[in-house]
C-alpha cells in the first residue's frame, strides 16, 4: 500500500477561459508532510493534528446466512428481462473477469480506496431494507460465506466523520462499494474514507467535504474509486482548481481515480433546486475516469455474456446513466478526434452493470438481505476493481489511464477488449422537468463511454500500454 500525503495548492484562477484550460496542464502539486497513520485490530493510532485515523481488520470468511429475508438471487425476473441480480461468479464470468482469477491475477499488493458517509445512528429502523447503518464485517463475512470469497482486508478513515460511533458500522453505500471491489479483486486491500454524516445538508456542504474527502483518498492508496457525483456548477473557482491540484497529484504519484458518472441522465443531481442539463464532478475531469451505467444481460448460469443496455433499460424504473458535455473543461487530446466529441469534454468514458444486476447483502437485526445493488455505485468499484487487476498484471501502478484506454478503443482491438453498448438513451424526467439526452450508439457515446470490459482482453492490453 502506498503511504502518501498531500496538502493541495490552492490555485488562483477565475476566468472561464482558465478553467477551460486547467485540464491540459498536468502541473505539480505542493507535497507536505501532513503524516497519516496505520491502525491495528487493538485500535487506531494518530500522528498529529491533520493525520488520519485509520482503523484496520481482517474479516474472516463466515457462514452462509441461513436468516434471508430477501433474496434477489431468487427472485423470479419479470417477463423478457434479465434476472434481478447475478452471483459474483456469473459477473466475473459475463466480464471476463473469472480467467484472471483463476491464473492469479486477484488484486494482491493493490488497495482501492471508496469514499462513503458515515451513519448518523448506531441504529436502523425497524423493518428497514435495506437498514440505514450495519456492521460492515458482519455483511462482508456473510457475502463471503454465502458466495465463497476469501476473507476481506478492511481499512477505514474516520479523521472527517467525528463522532463517537464505531468506526466499523456502516452505510449502504461503503458496504456496496466494498462487496463489489471485493468480487473484482478479492485479494486487494478495501479503504473507505468515512464522510460525515450531513454531507448533503447543502451543495456548499457536499462540494467542501467531498474535496477533503478526495484528497484522503488519494493519498493512501493505488486506486481510488468514488461513487459520488455532483453538478459542475456547485463548485467555486478556487474548489475547481483545488480539485485540479489534488487529481494533478494522484496522475503524478500513479494514482488511478475513477468516479460515477451519476445517476440522473443528462441532469446533475437535483437536490438543491431544478435540475440543469450538466454532467458532474468529479467524473468530468479530464483526470477522472468517468463511469456510466448498464443493465447486464448474461446467462445467470454459465455467466456467458448476451447483451448490455444503457441503465435503467426496459423495467428497471429509475436511475439513468449520467453522461453529456462539460461546461468547464475543454477536449482532452486523449478524447481528440473521438467520433461526437467536439470542443468539450465528454463523459463518460465507460460504463458496466449498474443496476438490477450486482447483488450485495445486508445483517442486521438477526436477519439477512440480499438485494440488487443500485445505479453507478456499483459500476464504479467493478472498474475500480478492474484497473487494479491491472496494476497487479502490470506489476506496477498505471495511474492516469485514460490515455491508454482510448488508445485501445481506437485500435482493432476495441471489439475484443469491450462490449460496445449501443441500446437506450439519458434522457430523464424529475418532477415535471424533462431533460432531453443523448442515445447510446456504435463506439464511445455521452451514455455509456466505450461500454463494459471484457478484462480478461483489456487488462492484459492496459498493462501493456501502462
Not at 500525503?5 to 505542493?30: D, F, G, M, Q, T
Not at 478556487?238 to 458518472?261: K, N
Not at 447483451?307 to 461546461?327: D, L, V
Request: aromatic letters at 6%; charged letters at 10%; hydrophobic letters at 40%.
Amino acid at each position: 500500500m502506498r503511504v502518501r500525503s498531500i496538502h493541495p495548492e490552492r490555485l488562483a484562477r477565475s476566468r472561464r477561459a482558465r478553467l477551460l484550460a486547467l485540464p491540459l496542464l498536468l502541473s505539480a502539486a505542493l507535497v507536505a508532510q501532513v503524516p497519516g497513520s496505520s491502525g491495528s485490530p487493538a485500535g487506531a493510532t494518530t500522528s498529529g493534528s491533520a493525520a488520519a485515523t485509520t482503523w484496520t481488520t481482517t474479516v474472516p470468511t463466515g457462514r452462509a446466512p441461513s436468516d434471508i429475508v430477501t433474496n434477489c438471487l431468487t427472485t423470479p425476473p419479470a417477463p423478457g428481462n434479465p434476472p434481478q441480480c447475478y452471483t459474483p461468479r456469473v459477473l466475473r464470468a459475463a466480464y471476463g473477469i473469472q480467467s484472471l482469477l483463476d491464473r492469479g491475477t486477484d488484486g494482491r499488493g493493490e488497495t482501492v480506496t471508496v469514499v462513503s458517509p458515515a451513519p448518523s445512528s448506531s441504529t436502523s429502523p425497524p423493518g428497514q431494507v435495506p437498514p440505514t447503518v450495519t456492521d460492515i464485517r458482519q455483511d462482508l463475512a456473510a457475502y463471503d460465506g454465502e458466495f465463497g470469497l476469501p476473507a476481506a482486508r478492511i481499512e477505514v478513515v474516520t479523521s472527517l466523520a467525528g463522532g463517537s460511533l464505531s468506526p466499523w458500522l456502516a452505510t449502504g453505500e461503503e458496504v456496496g462499494d466494498f462487496e463489489v471491489l471485493h468480487t473484482v479483486a478479492p485479494d486487494a486491500t478495501l479503504r473507505v474514507v468515512l464522510l460525515p454524516s450531513d454531507v448533503l445538508t447543502s451543495a456548499a456542504t457536499a462540494a467542501t467535504d467531498m474535496l477533503a474527502a478526495l484528497r484522503l483518498a488519494v493519498s493512501h492508496t493505488d486506486v481510488a474509486s468514488i461513487s459520488w457525483s455532483l453538478g459542475e456548477h456547485y463548485f467555486t473557482t478556487a474548489q475547481l482548481a483545488q480539485m485540479q491540484s489534488i487529481l494533478s497529484w494522484a496522475a503524478a504519484h500513479h494514482v488511478t481515480v475513477l468516479a460515477a458518472s451519476g445517476d440522473h441522465g443528462a441532469s446533475s443531481d437535483p437536490w438543491w433546486g431544478t435540475p440543469d442539463k450538466e454532467v458532474s464532478l468529479p467524473a468530468s475531469d479530464p483526470l477522472v475516469l468517468g463511469v456510466g451505467g448498464t443493465l447486464l444481460d448474461a446467462n445467470p448460469f454459465t455467466g456467458a455474456y448476451i447483451s448490455e443496455t444503457a441503465m435503467p433499460g426496459p423495467g428497471r424504473g429509475t436511475g439513468t446513466s449520467g453522461g453529456g458535455f462539460s461546461h468547464l473543461y475543454a477536449t482532452p487530446t486523449y478524447q481528440g478526434g473521438v467520433p461526437g466529441i467536439a470542443t468539450t469534454r465528454g463523459g463518460p468514458d465507460v460504463s458496466a452493470a449498474g443496476i438490477g444486476n450486482i447483488p450485495f447483502i445486508f445483517t442486521s437485526g438477526g436477519k439477512t438481505d440480499i438485494i440488487s445493488l443500485f445505479g453507478t455505485s456499483g459500476s464504479t468499484p467493478l472498474w475500480g476493481g478492474v484497473v487494479a487487476l491491472a496494476d497487479q498484471y502490470a506489476r506496477h501502478d498505471l495511474g492516469f489511464v485514460n490515455p491508454a484506454l482510448y488508445r485501445i478503443a481506437g485500435s482493432p482491438a476495441y471489439p475484443q477488449a469491450f462490449h460496445d453498448v449501443t441500446v437506450g438513451t439519458n434522457t430523464i424526467t424529475i418532477g415535471s422537468v424533462t431533460i432531453t439526452g443523448y442515445q447510446a450508439g456504435p463506439g464511445w457515446d455521452p451514455v455509456t463511454g466505450w461500454g463494459s470490459p471484457n478484462a480478461q482482453v483489456l487488462v492484459p492490453l492496459l498493462a501493456a500500454c501502462g
